[in-house]
């Protein structure tokens, strides 16, 4: 049973980030070099961490598994970052964007850290634009706002369609900044394998150097993962090809509990897939369902061209099913509608999973120009992937794996269930409940690496002594020999099957079971097919080459791996949670209308998985959520 | 379609290396250009042959991870497109296709079309930032930026630094990059108070990595997935002289004071 | 400011810098050799050509006496043409040494003929420079009656040999290439160069280029179709 204690301040939601700072303990200005501190991921989180830390004075050692910190992949992040700014007078407030983002996760998230976000989003503007953030501004000079995935109020902070990368490389400055001054020592290249615990507290990590393949073990009082979300688990998804869920899945086993692995959040608007080739999905900005129009045809299996098929045969299904919102319903109720058109045999395009985004009308009545001002770009991206121009026929979309709500648990400190180990980011599970609004994982990333835990490590870093683990001790060989163990033993399998093979096969089993839609017969299931593939692939995977240099074959196998055992935690804490809620839809609780059907009686808590052993069923250990500022309702788009 | 692939491979850095074919029978014009190397590799696997290493990640085109010069163009024939997003639509059935990594001095071979772009990574810590402590920024809205300044920034700091400008430059010239990191900031009123410090230090080391100078081909500017036009290296060059007067008139004071 | 030189930027702006002083003096070296097509003054009976280079010899003599005014102008070119050199060989040694292992295939977009054959095509002019000073300025290689003074006759006989004309056709149009990318680079190295003036200063860079390869060539064509010659009038 894991001791499940949040930490969370006494007092009103709004002053308890005030009471806590004030109560937490602070390290000597002096004993702080005295201090080492490990950040694992370059991202958002993980680079404003590394920075905000080796500026305070302690000794950062900070590692990515990319060439480079500047690429994690925060960058690929479009539409932009919310803060409650209240810039345009339309009546935010911090107040406003707490409520939106706890009701947006669907009841699933817990108030106090969600408060504290929302509180600290407006310094993180103010920090991007002082370090140079190239925000998109009016004519006055001011920063520009715009109004993001259906909220009502426009207090989205945006630099053209790279927010992601313009808030990564302010981070990644700040981050080099500390570089220069020697305060962080940067390992591209590197990638963790395990982390290291002594006495119950984490004191290291073991990482593979991907270019000599040395593994090494690093020392330290305290390890932070901002190793981002798990979406790879379904192969297919709009996440970068090198995420994966190595690092929190280590800690895991290693006694950290993993909160509510089901929540993921699927994107309605990817471009579908185009063949058995597809190795990840293209995101096109959700913007696009403000003009374009979404239909499938009447007749299944319809394989004629849009433009032979007429008004009369083409249903626009959601116009039809949710006429108030129409084609502007949030982001999973779009998704599991067109899955289910598509599923019922009425998809386009090649294997038959897509729908129209039609831009007919739109044209029509706001005339070519507009429509290419406002989504010009998009355009073009779509026409390079596709070679189809969507001025000329409607764009097809499906939705696809986007992010993860789910991660490893932390307290109010942000500290998981072993002492030492911070957990920041997408890696974590804190923030966003059971669904995730846009434009607010940027946020939950920088506030947590730049405002959150250089405040709380301190809190855990001045009681401890410094330094008293070096990488001598002997958990640190333990470690190293099973990691090596390891790899040596996926490099011996010498099967006949790629790694890329059972990674598909994995994908489609989690798409299709555990996805936008789960059922427990499905997720029965996928808890019995997820194991023989794993027997297989550690029986058949074919691993070229050596661990002696750089081996993406060895790579991508030791990822899938970790995603083989993770998956399963997955569909089973889908299968514990009955209810439907955000992300996760339970098709056998559902409204008369198909909406998602809570249940806040049962499930109104946090499920925090906790490793037993090999072999040996995990425990569910809840934390239950209490709400005492906002009013838990049912959301209804009709 | 089918294709000719002749892709360097090279075992890792101290290995001689050299191109190798293979012949692509059932390649898919909607395949990505990284697509049809996954096949390729694929086959390879199967074959335990090793695999073709080329460094990609989010292959939307924005981390600038690929790297790889297709048929004698860095990130292959199509303007304004990284090598991710490079469909095999835009070759032709039967074409041979040339793959060979970044080549400069500056970006050794880690392995096949795998370079270490770390000298980027390095001209940025010598300077690329503006300093400021976290939590220590005034009130974003206090610190008003025109609309021109703050779009040419956006226009500079779209650079993905993938390192296609080197790749592309006749001299390996890391202009254009330096150009658009110095400029980003140098336009901005943030930026102001580190301006002629920073691109000094820049511009040193950016000459330490060895990369090439700059003889003004444009081809940077060509090869650039994002456009960044090489009147940035303009400015570069400007603000580079600028901070050299300003360096010796401060120099001359010096001198006076004592 | 040995800091300054030592970087390759600052290189780049001694080449420019270096280079805005041997294009004026190529282009006002042009149009002062337009000064034989005006023929004959009757007046004083010379040609207007050498007295031109009577006025290049004597001017400042009030101050400092004959050829003194002259010689400064030909030390600060010189000085300019060897620091323009000595710089570009250490520049083209660090572009050598940028790149040790060269592309099995290479396509270029933009970077013309002229801006690829810069390095090889200031090498020429070198040798063209030489040999051009021999020919007509000290008058070592002439073979053909050369006078100390008389510019205009020195020139006439010089061109009416058609394989020297044609050696000065090449040689201007290698000029002329080295002009049309090095203008615009001393733009864009002086930092000059922004979005908007791009296509303007470009313009101005082909022009000058062409207008100087023609002025040059004008001479050794008018002689050798004729159109000059030892008349008078």
């Not at chain 1, 002096?30 to 004075?57: D, H, P, Q």
């Not at chain 1, 330290?220 to 379904?234: I, M, P």
Request: hydrophobic residues 40%.
């Amino acid at each position: 049973m894991l001791q499940l204690d949040a930490k969370i301040p006494s007092g009103p939601v709004d002053k308890k980030w005030q009471k806590h700072k004030f109560e937490m303990k602070l390290v000597n200005p002096a004993n702080k070099r005295k201090y080492s501190v490990i950040v694992v991921g370059t991202g958002l989180a993980g680079a404003s961490a590394a920075a905000s830390l080796g500026e305070l004075g302690y000794r950062v050692k900070c590692f990515c598994f990319q060439d480079s910190p500047r690429r994690a992949h925060s960058i690929a992040a479009q539409g932009g970052i919310n803060a409650a700014k209240n810039y345009q007078n339309d009546g935010d407030s911090i107040w406003r964007l707490f409520y939106d983002t706890v009701k947006g996760g669907d009841y699933r998230a817990r108030e106090a850290n969600v408060y504290r976000l929302a509180e600290l989003s407006v310094n993180i503007i103010d920090q991007c634009a002082a370090q140079g953030v190239p925000f998109a501004r009016e004519y006055s000079g001011h920063i520009s706002n715009r109004s993001f995935g259906g909220t009502q109020v426009s207090r989205t902070f945006y630099a053209r369609g790279q927010t992601g990368q313009q808030l990564l490389l302010g981070a990644y400055s700040a981050l080099s900044r500390q570089i220069d001054d020697k305060t962080v020592e940067m390992y591209p290249n590197t990638e963790l394998l395990d982390v290291v615990l002594v006495d119950g507290h984490c004191k290291g990590i073991v990482v593979r150097h991907l270019i000599s393949g040395k593994l090494e073990s690093f020392s330290a009082d305290a390890v932070v993962l901002a190793t981002g979300g798990y979406a790879n688990v379904f192969y297919l998804s709009t996440n970068a090809k090198g995420c994966n869920v190595t690092a929190t899945y280590r800690a895991y086993k290693k006694g950290a509990g993993f909160g509510n692995p089901c929540f993921t959040q699927i994107h309605p608007t990817s471009i579908p897939v185009s063949g058995d080739h597809q190795s990840k999905l293209t995101l096109m900005s959700e913007g696009l369902r403000n003009d374009g129009r979404i239909w499938v045809p009447r007749q299944k299996g319809d394989k004629r061209h849009p433009s032979q098929i007429s008004e009369a045969e083409r249903l626009y299904y959601l116009e039809e099913r949710y006429p108030s919102f129409g084609n502007l319903v949030p982001r999973d109720v779009a998704s599991r509608a067109a899955k289910e058109r598509c599923d019922a045999g009425f998809g386009v395009g090649p294997g038959g999973y897509g729908v129209y985004l039609d831009f007919a009308d739109a044209i029509k009545r706001l005339g070519r120009d507009v429509i290419d001002e406002r989504y010009g770009n998009l355009f073009e991206m779509y026409e390079r992937i596709t070679g189809e121009n969507p001025f000329d026929e409607p764009m097809r979309i499906y939705p696809a794996p986007h992010y993860t709500m789910g991660g490893l648990w932390v307290d109010y400190n942000l500290m998981s269930t072993i002492p030492g180990l911070f957990v920041i980011g997408e890696a974590n599970f804190s923030d966003h409940g059971a669904n995730r609004l846009g434009a607010s994982a940027l946020m939950q990333g920088l506030a947590d690496g730049y405002f959150v835990l250089p405040y709380t490590i301190g809190d855990y870093l001045a009681r401890v002594k410094p330094g008293a683990v070096k990488t001598d001790h002997a958990e640190f060989r333990g470690v190293e020999n099973e990691v090596g163990a390891r790899t040596n033993k996926l490099l011996a399998i010498k099967g006949k099957r790629t790694v890329d093979s059972f990674h598909r096969e994995l994908g489609r089993v989690m798409w299709d079971k555990c996805g936008m839609g789960r059922n427990a017969a499905g997720l029965k299931e996928a808890l019995q097919k997820i194991p023989t593939i794993r027997e297989e692939f550690w029986q058949n995977v074919s691993v070229v080459g050596s661990g002696e240099d750089r081996n993406q074959c060895l790579e991508k196998a030791g990822r899938l791996a970790d995603f083989l055992e993770f998956a399963e935690l997955m569909c089973r804490d889908a299968l514990m949670r009955e209810e439907s809620c955000g992300g996760h839809f339970r098709e056998e609780h559902q409204t008369p209308e198909g909406e998602a059907l809570r249940n806040d009686k049962d499930f109104s808590f946090t499920a925090v998985w906790e490793h037993k052993g090999p072999g040996r069923e995990p425990e569910l250990n809840r934390e239950p959520l209490t709400f005492e500022n906002v009013h838990l309702t049912q959301r209804s788009y009709k | 379609m089918k294709i000719k692939l002749h892709i360097w491979r090279q075992k890792n850095s101290s290995d001689k290396g050299g191109f190798v074919r293979y012949e692509m029978n059932d390649v898919s014009p909607d395949m990505s250009f990284l697509e049809m190397i996954d096949v390729l590799n694929e086959q390879l696997e199967a074959k335990g042959e090793e695999p073709v290493g080329f460094e990609h990640d989010c292959r939307e085109g924005i981390c600038g991870a690929c790297s790889m010069v297709i048929n004698g163009r860095a990130h292959g024939p199509q303007a304004l497109t990284t090598a991710c997003q490079l469909h095999m639509r835009k070759f032709k059935d039967g074409e041979d296709i040339w793959v060979e990594p970044w080549r400069a001095r500056a970006f050794p071979v880690v392995k096949d079309l795998i370079v270490d772009r770390g000298a980027f990574d390095r001209i940025i810590q010598a300077g690329g930032y503006i300093s400021v402590r976290s939590g220590s920024a005034p009130e974003a809205n206090s610190i008003l930026v025109p609309k021109p300044a703050a779009d040419s920034a956006m226009d500079a700091a779209s650079c993905i630094g993938c390192g296609a400008c080197v790749a592309a430059c006749p001299n390996g010239s890391a202009m254009l990059f330096t150009a658009a990191k110095v400029s980003h900031l140098a336009l901005l009123p943030q930026g102001q108070p580190e301006r002629m410090l920073r691109v000094q230090k820049m511009i040193e080391a950016m000459d330490r990595e060895m990369f090439g100078p700059c003889t003004n081909y444009g081809e940077c500017q060509e090869a650039c997935p994002k456009g960044i036009s090489i009147s940035f290296i303009s400015m570069l060059n400007r603000d580079y002289l600028k901070s050299s007067l300003v360096q010796i008139k401060k120099g001359a004071e010096k001198v006076q004071a004592q | 400011m040995f800091g300054f030189y030592k970087t390759t930027v600052g290189k780049k702006i001694v080449v420019a810098s270096t280079g805005v002083v041997l294009f004026l003096f190529v282009l006002g070296h042009m149009a002062g050799n337009l000064k034989a097509f005006m023929g004959f003054n009757a007046a004083s009976g010379r040609y207007k050509l050498d007295e031109y280079g009577e006025f290049l010899r004597t001017m400042g003599h009030e101050v400092m006496g004959n050829y003194t005014a002259l010689w400064i102008v030909r030390v600060v070119l010189l000085l300019c043409l060897l620091l323009h050199l000595i710089t570009i060989v250490q520049l083209q040694y660090q572009k050598q040494r940028a790149r040790p292992i060269g592309y099995a295939k290479r396509e270029y977009d933009c970077a013309t003929y002229a801006a690829r054959s810069m390095f090889l095509g200031g090498l020429l002019l070198l040798i063209f420079i030489v040999y051009h000073l021999l020919h007509l300025t000290t008058g070592t290689l002439h073979f053909r009656g050369f006078e100390e003074g008389a510019v205009y006759s020195n020139v006439v006989t010089a061109f009416n040999q058609p394989l020297i004309v044609a050696g000065y056709l090449v040689a201007m149009l290698i000029l002329s290439m080295h002009l049309f990318h090095g203008v615009w680079s001393m733009f864009q190295t002086l930092g000059l160069d922004t979005p908007q003036r791009n296509k303007l200063l470009r313009t101005i860079a082909a022009a000058a280029s062409v207008i100087i390869g023609l002025g040059f060539a004008s001479v050794p064509i008018a002689v050798a179709s004729g159109f000059l010659n030892l008349g008078q009038g």
